[in-house]
């Protein structure tokens, strides 16, 4: 079973249109981080939201922590295919504050 | 300042081979990180390291893998004897030990296994 539930797992859009990515759980994360990781390379850390219902925002990139700590959005706005990767949400959360990764999600966009 | 390195890149073996993978971190972390990144998901984190000493190692398949930092620096990540399931990114990342536990992440290696 995953802690973290990314929705969608793909999504391919054209260049210039919004999206939101969704990390959804059961359980109550003290904090919660947002990873993009392109081909071949490691993921790299976009933001932390440590807060509930907090809100940051990073150039087109919007990210919301929810107010029960059990899930976050990522919202592009216009997006760009540069934006193109896998995007992961991460936490740490029971049992034992262990550190788990998403599902991912797979951002296409398409010139 | 330079991140965190890993080799080989890739790695074909057959199945019931070894292999072996190393890691160095960046400078000063303390924290060291291996995950299992299967393709099309994320990565499952096998094997915690604060300093020398193991923190985390309950996802780690122990009758195959095994992992060791004896000098609290570089890292090795060790299968034996892999199996065909054993084909996925092996990454590497570390950090400082701080309340944001900011990763950062090798470019991992890539482990076929036919």
């Known amino acids: 079973t995953q802690l973290l539930e990314q929705s969608p797992q793909f999504l391919s859009i054209q260049e210039g249109e919004n999206l939101t990515v969704y990390c959804n759980s059961s359980s109550v994360f003290s904090s919660l981080q947002w990873y993009r990781q392109e081909p071949g390379e490691g993921p790299v850390l976009l933001v932390t939201v440590v807060t509930g219902g907090e809100v940051k925002k990073l150039k087109r990139l919007t990210f919301q922590f929810g107010d029960a700590r059990k899930d976050s959005s990522l919202h592009i706005t216009a997006a760009q295919p540069g934006d193109t990767g896998l995007y992961l949400c991460?936490?740490?959360?029971?049992?034992?504050?262990?550190?788990?990764f998403g599902t991912g999600t797979s951002l296409t966009v398409i010139p | 300042e330079a991140g965190v390195a890993q080799s080989p890149r890739y790695k074909i073996i057959e199945k019931r081979q070894s292999v072996a993978f190393w890691c160095n971190p960046i400078?000063?972390?303390?924290?060291l990180y291996w995950y299992q990144q299967i393709l099309g998901q994320g990565p499952k984190l096998l094997i915690q390291?604060?300093?020398?000493?193991?923190?985390?190692d309950s996802q780690l398949p122990k009758d195959r893998f095994s992992a060791e930092r004896l000098k609290g620096v570089d890292s090795t990540l060790k299968i034996q004897p892999a199996k065909l399931e054993d084909s996925a990114v092996y990454l590497c990342a570390s950090s400082l030990r701080t309340p944001e536990n900011i990763q950062y992440f090798g470019a991992g290696t890539r482990l076929s296994v036919l």
């Open positions: 400078s000063g972390h303390a924290t």
């Open positions: 390291f604060q300093n020398n000493g193991v923190v985390d």
């Open positions: 991460a936490g740490s959360g029971p049992p034992g504050n262990q550190f788990y």
